[in-house]
């Protein structure tokens, strides 16, 4: 329709030159007017060409659909944008308080020592509904550039600068470092870091971060499916089985198991379920799972790595207990990973949370689907 639109003004103002350079005045009047009449019958919506308008949805008075999760949330909300908080993962730091209350959890290989140890990344966007989250630990390259891509603040407590500062210091990167509540909990130092109530405000407090969406945000992340038309993989041609996810991170065997009787995708590592103490030990779950297969770049024999996440690769999406292969692509740091079903076209999600996990490519044939 836009093309036509352009089309018809073209023609519009070559009538009218044709008109000012001595052509027949006439005639190119009664053009004109029936072109200003076709372009105001598409403007006013009259005249769609086959398309329907789409009726708004009508929503509960104070509410919109989070561009996270679709669910609705309150809309004093919608401005504002998600913190992006890095959790330790390692056996000695759970149990994990506060990750049931995340929109998005990404799981990725953190280093290449310690069987390939896993490092989260949890996109929390109504913070201030926060208790106790964490415990934080620091963050590298990749979720770096990952949490750019969501306009979302990260939360972290350091990180191999050498290596992350750059990335840091990108004007799309915000990020608070450490200086959050001490919570004794019987471990050692670093794994005693928290949100609690009362943090974030005094991290906005002591710096120029804007809490609302600025002009690195590029928009909703995700397409989302209407309530009334439920994306169901199991009617897509090539779909399989997917209700027993298991993860080719050994350091901790994560798995997502699939319950039919909500639709839910159960997390569970370390050979257990993962519960919170800080939602009345509910366990962490998901409606949507998301899994890229990426290549990685070693920085040094430490096992300090990071991902090659700008660039393209393959994955699956899952959800219902079916999946399909999927292709992503991602341009730039601050460009919004978008992901492709087989004919090419933007893949939608269902209303919920979604797992991300960025499985080293290497190891992409190790991972099972059940």
């Not at 990750?99 to 799981?107: F, P, S």
């Not at 972290?156 to 990020?175: F, I, K, M, R, T």
Request: glycine share 8%; aromatic share 10%; charged share 25%.
């Amino acid at each position: 329709m836009k093309k036509r639109i352009i089309l018809l003004m073209a023609v519009l103002v070559t009538s009218i030159s044709l008109a000012a350079c001595g052509g027949d005045e006439k005639e190119t009047s009664n053009n004109d007017a029936d072109i200003v009449a076709d372009l105001t019958e598409i403007e006013d919506g009259s005249e769609t060409e086959g398309e329907e308008s789409e009726e708004p949805e009508s929503l509960p008075e104070g509410v919109y659909r989070s561009e996270l999760t679709n669910e609705l949330i309150d809309e004093e909300l919608k401005d504002q944008r998600p913190i992006a908080v890095m959790v330790d993962n390692e056996s000695i730091a759970l149990p994990h308080y506060g990750l049931t209350q995340a929109d998005v959890v990404y799981e990725m290989m953190n280093s290449l020592e310690n069987g390939r140890i896993t490092r989260l990344m949890a996109l929390v966007k109504d913070y201030d509904a926060i208790t106790q989250f964490g415990s934080i630990r620091s963050t590298r390259s990749t979720n770096v550039i990952l949490a750019a891509e969501w306009n979302a603040i990260l939360v972290h407590d350091g990180g191999p600068g050498c290596y992350v500062d750059q990335y840091l210091a990108e004007p799309c990167s915000d990020n608070f470092s450490g200086g959050f509540s001490r919570i004794p909990n019987g471990k050692s130092y670093e794994f005693t870091e928290y949100i609690a109530p009362g943090d974030m405000d005094s991290k906005f407090d002591g710096s120029n971060v804007s809490k609302t969406y600025n002009q690195y945000y590029q928009g909703e992340h995700f397409k989302f499916a209407k309530a009334d038309n439920a994306v169901d993989l199991s009617k897509v041609s090539g779909s399989e089985k997917a209700e027993a996810i298991a993860l080719p991170f050994p350091h901790n065997s994560s798995k997502l198991d699939y319950k039919k009787e909500d639709g839910l995708y159960y997390y569970s590592e370390y050979g257990a379920p993962h519960l919170d103490p800080a939602n009345n030990n509910e366990q962490l779950s998901f409606t949507n799972v998301i899994l890229q297969s990426c290549d990685y770049e070693v920085y040094d024999e430490n096992g300090y790595m990071i991902y090659n996440c700008i660039g393209s690769g393959k994955g699956y999406y899952i959800t219902g207990g079916n999946a399909v292969e999927i292709s992503w692509k991602k341009s730039s740091m601050n460009e919004i990973t978008h992901f492709y079903d087989a004919d090419g076209n933007e893949i939608e999600l269902n209303t919920g949370k979604t797992y991300i996990g960025l499985v080293p490519s290497d190891k992409w044939s190790e991972l099972t689907l059940n």
